[in-house]
C-alpha cells in the first residue's frame, strides 16, 4: 500500500525537521491546513511543538478537530501524534493561561499535566509490544514541560523515566498512534522508529 502523509500546518516550529526525515525516507507527503487536501492522505501527523491551548484553538477554528475525529473512525487511514500533537488527542490538559484544563480531542482516555522541570535532551524509553525488540532501551529526543497522565496500561506502548517517575513515551489506541519524544530529531532511531510505525498495519 502506498502512503501519503499529511502534516497538518499549525505553524510547529518542528515542520522542516519532520519534512527533512520524511523526505529521508522517501515518503510521500504534504504540509498543509486544507481539510480537502488533508483528506486525501491516508496518514495524518499532529506534529510537536506549541502549546496545548492554542493547538487546540487553532484546530476547532479551522474544523480540522472534525477531520481528525472523522480518521479515527477509519480503520485504512491511521493518526500520529508528536510531543504537544499527541498530548491534545487526550480528553483535556492544562497548559493554559489561567492553568484550568481544557477539553482536548478525546481520542485517548488521558489527561495532560505540567511535570516539576522541563525535560529537555536525550532519554532512555522502555518499549513494549510490537516495538519492543527494535527500540527497548534506545534514547530519543525529548522538549517538553507536560506529560501525559490516568493512561490506561494497556494503551501504552513505552514509558520513559524522570527521576523515579515513569510516564507514557509512546500511545496506541487502534489506529491512533502519539510519541512524548521527538522521532524526528533522534537521528537514525528515530527515521526507523517512524518507518516502522507509517508502516505497521493497525
Request: proline fraction near 1%.
Amino acid at each position: 500500500m502506498k502512503h501519503r502523509v499529511g502534516i497538518i500546518d499549525y505553524s510547529s516550529s518542528n515542520l522542516i525537521s519532520l519534512s527533512k526525515r520524511l523526505e529521508t525516507l522517501e515518503i510521500e507527503f504534504i504540509v498543509s491546513k486544507n481539510i480537502k487536501r488533508l483528506n486525501s492522505c491516508n496518514i495524518l501527523i499532529l506534529p510537536g511543538v506549541g502549546t496545548f491551548e492554542k493547538v487546540m484553538s487553532f484546530l476547532k477554528k479551522t474544523k480540522l478537530d472534525k477531520l481528525i475525529k472523522d480518521f479515527s473512525k477509519n480503520k485504512s487511514k491511521k493518526i500520529i501524534g508528536i510531543c504537544i500533537g499527541m498530548q491534545v488527542l487526550s480528553n483535556k490538559g492544562n497548559e493554559t493561561q489561567n492553568k484550568k484544563f481544557t477539553n482536548g480531542l478525546g481520542l485517548i482516555n488521558a489527561r495532560v499535566e505540567k511535570i516539576g522541570n522541563s525535560h529537555i535532551g536525550w532519554n532512555k524509553i522502555k518499549a513494549f509490544n510490537f516495538l519492543n525488540k527494535e527500540f527497548h532501551c534506545k534514547y530519543f529526543f525529548f522538549n517538553h514541560s507536560y506529560v501525559m497522565k490516568n493512561l490506561k496500561a494497556n494503551l501504552c506502548y513505552g514509558t520513559f523515566s524522570v527521576g523515579n517517575i515513569i510516564y507514557p513515551s509512546i500511545v496506541k489506541y487502534k489506529n491512533i498512534y502519539g510519541f512524548q519524544f521527538h522521532p524526528e530529531k533522534s537521528h537514525y532511531i528515530g527515521s526507523n522508529f517512524l518507518k516502522k510505525i507509517i508502516y505497521y498495519e493497525n
